[in-house]
């Protein structure tokens, strides 16, 4: 069964790095998302993408991230330069159509930052 | 304002409990999408349903089962004769019909735990 794949698995990195979180999307999905899950929290919106563009943002998607989809299978998530309270699980996830269906998540990568 | 509110933050039941998940949402959208994903321990997303809001028709697939209830805004989430497999934190989650890329919202999710 075809499935959302997301690389790494878990990241450590310094605060003030700058940090790629990839995700390979089902082949045939046109839509993609990137959300976040603090610990202990709900999973919170941060962008969605379709045809090479981001569509829409939530406020904590500030300068500091940004989302490419640099050939035609990878989609990522940069964050330019790390802080303390991005240290969250991050969840890429994807969808075939508009209307009604159903977006279908990677296993997240746990981002540290120290 | 599109909002979805799961009240229970945590259930602890016995093997072979039914037990019923809430989930309660707001938005003024007309057509809107509500889903159930659940999350194992290992910390992945999985689908379990979604739900169109022009159909009102209760699902059930094997042990679990679905009300929606627009009157009341409602969509809870049935687990007859639940199994130690099924601790997970239970999130419901609402999609607006009103955008395409439709970002979705979720609750807090219900951390369910499931004694032998």
């Known amino acids: 069964e075809p499935e959302v794949t997301q690389t790494p698995s878990h990241q450590v990195t310094q605060m003030g790095q700058e940090v790629i979180l990839r995700c390979v999307p089902i082949?045939?999905?046109?839509?993609f998302y990137w959300y976040r899950q603090i610990l202990g929290q709900k999973v919170e919106f941060l962008v969605s993408?379709?045809?090479?563009?981001?569509?829409?943002k939530s406020e904590i998607f500030d300068d500091q991230f940004s989302v490419e989809r640099p050939d035609g299978s990878n989609f990522t998530l940069k964050i330019r330069s790390t802080k303390l309270e991005d240290s969250a699980m991050y969840f890429c996830?994807?969808?075939?159509?508009?209307?009604?269906?159903?977006?279908?998540f990677g296993q997240g990568t746990r981002l540290t930052v120290v | 304002a599109q909002k979805v509110t799961q009240a229970q933050t945590e259930i602890s039941v016995v093997e072979k409990e039914d037990v019923t998940l809430d989930c309660v949402y707001e938005?003024?959208?007309?057509?809107?999408?509500l889903f159930w994903y659940k999350q194992p321990p290992s910390g992945e997303l999985v689908f379990l349903i979604r739900?169109?809001?022009?159909?009102?028709q209760n699902e059930i697939s094997g042990r679990y089962s679905w009300n929606f209830q627009k009157s009341t805004s409602s969509f809870n989430f049935t687990i007859t004769a639940s199994q130690v497999v099924d601790s997970a934190v239970y999130f419901c989650?609402?999609?607006?019909?009103?955008?395409?890329?439709?970002?979705?919202?979720f609750g807090r999710g219900t951390q369910l735990t499931v004694w032998p």
């Open positions: 989650a609402l999609r607006p019909g009103g955008s395409t890329l439709g970002r979705l919202y």
């Open positions: 739900r169109n809001s022009f159909d009102e």
């Open positions: 996830a994807s969808r075939i159509l508009s209307g009604a269906t159903e977006a279908f």
């Open positions: 938005t003024r959208d007309t057509t809107y999408y």
């Open positions: 082949s045939n999905h046109l839509y």
């Open positions: 993408f379709y045809n090479n563009e981001i569509s829409e």
